[in-house]
């Protein structure tokens, strides 16, 4: 189980876990948005959406395989803690909201009571893959200490709002 201390924006510190689990989404993530990125500098106007969920009493597995689209690109991230990350191709703000709720949704009606969701739209290819994982990251450890659960939680790239 993830272990997650209280600490501000301002401080340095962080558990061994969260450090483990950026170094995981960066692991398996990076090549896949590296080819997303390709794609998007060859076509104008594509986006993605990255949903980073996680449920506490649920295993997701079998589940997010089922209720994810043919173009959306599943990664088990941490299956000891039951972490997932969903890359949705063409996928704006509205639409990765909305897709986000039904995971929620669909999480509930399975028995999961404390899920976890993260999602960002990324419509530009100036960010770096460190700045989409570790804003990921950083807001899903945000939401972990703040036991905020059930509910989808956006985050802009390049900011981090804490609650």
């Known amino acids: 189980m993830l272990t997650f201390e ?11 876990d969260e450090i483990k689990l950026a170094q995981k989404m960066m692991d ?24 980073l969920f996680s449920s506490d009493d649920l295993k997701l597995e079998s589940l997010l395989d ?6 959306d690109i599943l990664y088990e991230i941490d299956k000891t ?15 990765g909201e909305q897709f986000a709720e039904i995971l929620m949704s669909n ?6 009571k404390s899920s976890y969701c993260v999602q960002t739209e990324v419509k530009t290819t100036s960010y770096t893959i460190q700045e989409i994982i570790f804003t990921m990251v950083e807001k899903y450890i ?7 659960f059930n509910k989808v939680f956006f985050t802009k790239l390049g900011e981090i709002e804490y609650l």
Do not use: P
């Open 142 to 148: 945000d939401i972990r200490q703040e036991k905020a």
């Open 6 to 16: 209280r600490r501000n924006k301002n401080d340095l510190s962080f558990h061994e």
């Open 66 to 71: 089922k209720w994810k689209r043919q173009t």
């Open 28 to 51: 398996r993530l990076r090549s896949t948005v590296e080819f997303l990125y390709y794609l998007m500098d060859r076509k104008e106007g594509l986006s993605f959406t990255m949903i």
């Open 81 to 95: 803690n039951n972490i997932y990350v969903l890359l949705c191709q063409s996928t704006d703000m509205e639409g």
């Open 107 to 112: 999480v509930r009606m399975h028995g999961g």
